[in-house]
């Protein structure tokens, strides 16, 4: 019995077959773990939550999965449900996810993000660093701190404000590069440039931010992108893949900039 609340919903028995991998390199499989009487407002985490108070207290390794916040903002938790990352909903986490969204008597596949770039550590837990090591290398505004401008002092016309703050809702969880056949992180990377390159004070480092970034993604092996949208589809924030094509365009850009420098530094020529 695993419904905790008393509630007036039909209660549901699902299965959940988990990825179990004790390590990188231990073999994996899946593992099927039966629930009775699950109160189908339960959050999918409280259900693995109430099955590996089970397992504990029968002395067996829980399953581990990553999560944090549980409200669909930092980005941690990082299930592949049936297929999807994040499961069967539009716009949500895995910790948005509930039961309600599964059928009486449904097998829940439950799997790790899967992507080169996101090695295996345990279970459904997997290494996004990634991530961090493309947001060192330009996802950032060099600005002195403590001395910030008031409020409006900087205008920003409200479609480039909106625009940013669409981009800047990305919560770094990586289903983008999960759901995608190339694993590619392009729409990640396009939300975390788009940010910035939307504002007034984006732009002194524009074109060594987007250089950077997409140099750091291509070494990290991640793959490339070939418009096939899973990653907006997945993306809990809702992130378009419209930034994906503002992200070539800033690119292409700032490429032709640093070639025509370069080419002008080595000729001696340039304006005079
Ligand atoms: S773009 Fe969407 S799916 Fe990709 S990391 Fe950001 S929030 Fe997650
Ligand atoms: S646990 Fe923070 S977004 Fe899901």
């Not at 179990?20 to 994996?28: E, F």
Request: net charge neutral.
């Amino acid at each position: 019995m695993v419904a905790t609340a008393t509630s007036a919903k039909k209660l549901i028995a699902v299965t959940l077959r988990v990825w179990r991998q004790a390590g990188p390199a231990a073999p994996g499989k899946f593992v099927d773990y039966p629930a009775q009487d699950v109160n189908p407002d339960m959050s999918f985490l409280e259900l693995l939550d109430v099955i590996n108070d089970g397992l504990e207290a029968r002395g067996e390794e829980p399953i581990a999965f990553a999560h944090d916040c549980r409200e669909g903002i930092c980005g941690t938790c990082s299930a592949t449900i049936n297929g999807k990352p994040h499961g069967p909903g539009r716009g949500i986490a895995t910790c948005q996810t509930y039961l309600r969204s599964f059928a009486d008597g449904d097998i829940i596949i439950v799997e790790p993000f899967r992507a080169k770039a996101f090695p295996l550590i345990k279970d459904l837990v997997t290494d996004r660093g990634a991530f961090d090591q493309i947001q060192q290398a330009g996802g950032f505004i060099s600005v002195r701190t403590g001395a910030a401008p008031d409020a409006n002092s900087i205008p920003v016309p409200k479609a480039d404000a909106d625009l940013a703050m669409d981009a800047a809702a990305c919560i770094g969880c990586g289903a983008c590069v999960a759901a995608c056949k190339n694993a590619s992180a392009m729409l990640f990377v396009a939300a975390k440039v788009s940010q910035y390159s939307l504002l007034p004070q984006g732009q002194p480092e524009r074109d060594r931010r987007v250089l950077a970034m997409v140099a750091k993604m291509d070494e990290l092996g991640f793959g490339n992108c070939t418009n096939q949208y899973e990653c907006s589809a997945v993306c809990p924030k809702n992130i378009t893949h419209d930034f994906i094509a503002r992200l070539n365009r800033d690119y292409v850009a700032a490429l032709f900039k640093s070639r025509f420098q370069q080419a002008s530094t080595s000729t001696g020529g340039g304006a005079g």
